[in-house]
């Protein structure tokens, strides 16, 4: 992630942690996301309390306020948001509660026995949000909305990854064939809950102290929408970042099914229906974030998502738009990648 220089990014940041007790905190960088957001870990000079700066910065278009509201709901329902110990909406800084270092990603490369355990815990955090309605002014993830994101692959991905970087194929054929099932899917009669969209097993921390759901810590929920109950659940076993077992995924989409009282043959619908459209759309997304803003190793997931996407297109309602991805948009070759490499930060636009 490339940041503004230290001066600039650290504007007024002192005040802000003066202010609340944790001026001279040792600093130490986290692993920052695809927005313009950073992320630091301070330990407190005095207790070796541990703490996260959230830095987000409002003139490059970053907003604190969902992430407030959505973590004042979660923690309503006894989830495990992040608790907010200090805010300064105008400058963009959240101090956050720190969950500790256990991502569901890093826990599963020392210990891969526990995935089963720890993907059935993240399920129920799903099946909370199933009991509840979600708050008020989310915005909705509509069928033609999400048929136009899925167009990003058309966009983004099928020109970049070819001989020729010129305008891509037509998108129209896929949202007429895209959007019809999309409709069906939203209409099917499930209550929206609240969709945190990127549910996955690098925003997802393991706090086996905590009981039930609240299991579960909880990351990167910002950009949440009222969706189908189906959406983060594509999201955390269909994961753009690493694999998860075939019979993992069966029994926790099973269990899910089961135990949301959910039509097996709607779910299945709107499970495979999503997830072609989310991983279109990340297909599209990363090829973006490699062309326009230089960030070559999101192509290396690639393979990755176009497995999924073949997975989800395997649905038989799913056979037309099928037929036009094989006919678009092309596999991701090594020599088709390299490519796509090769081409990092060179397109401003397309």
């Not at 600093?27 to 309390?49: K, V």
């Not at 008020?136 to 692959?153: H, I, Q, V």
């Not at 959007?179 to 925003?203: C, K, W, Y």
């Not at 926790?252 to 097996?264: E, T």
Request: aromatic residues 6%.
């Amino acid at each position: 992630m490339i940041h503004p220089p230290p001066q600039t990014q650290r504007r007024d940041v002192k005040a802000f942690l003066d202010r609340l007790g944790w001026g001279g905190a040792e600093i130490a960088t986290l692993a920052g996301d695809a927005s313009n957001r950073r992320y630091d870990r301070l330990t407190h000079p005095e207790t070796d309390a541990r703490a996260v700066l959230m830095d987000a910065p409002p003139q490059k278009g970053e907003d604190v306020g969902p992430f407030l509201n959505v973590a004042a709901y979660l923690t309503a329902l006894g989830l495990s948001a992040p608790r907010i110990l200090g805010e300064d909406r105008e400058q963009g800084y959240l101090l956050l509660e720190d969950l500790g270092d256990d991502l569901f990603a890093r826990l599963l490369r020392l210990e891969p026995e526990a995935e089963e355990t720890l993907y059935h815990a993240a399920a129920d955090v799903l099946l909370t949000l199933g009991r509840n309605a979600p708050p008020a002014g989310l915005p909705p993830l509509d069928a033609s909305g999400m048929a136009r994101l899925a167009a990003l692959a058309w966009t983004w991905y099928a020109p970049g990854i070819t001989e020729d970087p010129g305008t891509g194929p037509d998108p129209e054929p896929m949202l007429a064939a895209l959007t019809p099932i999309l409709q069906d899917v939203m209409e099917d009669g499930s209550a929206r809950v609240l969709a945190q969209r990127d549910f996955h097993a690098e925003n997802l921390i393991w706090l086996p102290e905590r009981d039930g759901a609240a299991r579960v810590g909880l990351l990167d929920f910002q950009d949440a929408v009222a969706g189908h109950p189906a959406y983060d659940l594509v999201s955390l076993l269909e994961d753009a970042r690493r694999d998860v077992r075939a019979d993992t995924v069966t029994r926790v989409k099973d269990r899910f099914i089961h135990l949301s009282g959910s039509d097996a043959a709607a779910f299945e619908l709107a499970y495979a229906a999503l997830g072609a459209q989310r991983n279109l759309r990340i297909l599209g997304v990363f090829a973006r974030l490699s062309l326009h803003f230089a960030k070559p190793h999101y192509v290396d997931l690639i393979p990755r998502v176009w497995g999924h996407l073949h997975t989800d297109l395997a649905h038989p309602r799913l056979a037309g738009l099928r037929d036009l991805v094989l006919r678009d948009l092309p596999e991701p070759t090594p020599k088709r990648l390299q490519r796509l490499k090769d081409r990092c930060g060179t397109i401003p636009t397309l």
